[in-house]
């Protein structure tokens, strides 16, 4: 079979106009038709691209898993995410392998250079390491959950493991931070 060319596509296009007529409209019918596929809002959201860079930045201090303030850390966690429902906070998690002072230290000031409004530590056994960082990083705000501190720099929630309203309690230290 031979392949017609452009020619012959054009002589055939000047014998039949109407022809010729017909497969321009088709053309120009699907091209309208796209674009309003395209172009048109069909009910799904947009992406939306927003810049947190200048938002509050909360921090969590995970204890490793299986400690015994594991239920605290997720009530701890669920505050903040009620925190940054409101669109002005970044909450984010830093776990830590170990709730021993020494080597707890080097990952609170991890989120010391990472320039968090607050870093929240949870349980008894992070107070010495939140202590220590406070101490050294005095223009840092941290809060201690679950424990109690007279350090000045460290806020304390108290609350027991099955406390219902620690997530309220966290998102209300979070919000007064970022109206001070």
Known sequence: MQVPTI???????????????GAIAVAAA???????FLVTDNGTPRPRADNVSRNFRACLLVSPAGATD??????????MQEAAGTGHVNAQRFPTPTIDAKAALPYINGAVQQRCGVIIAVGSGMKPATEAAAAANPHQR??????????????????????KDLPSKVKALITADITA
């Open 7 to 21: 020619e012959s596509l054009l002589g055939g296009a000047r014998r039949h106009p109407a022809l010729a007529g």
């Open 30 to 36: 699907l091209a309208v038709t796209l674009t309003v």
């Open 70 to 79: 594991a239920q605290l850390s997720r009530s701890t966690w669920q505050g």
């Open 142 to 163: 941290f809060a201690l959950v679950g424990a109690a501190s007279s350090h000045p720099g460290i806020a304390s929630i108290t609350a027991s493991d099955n406390s």
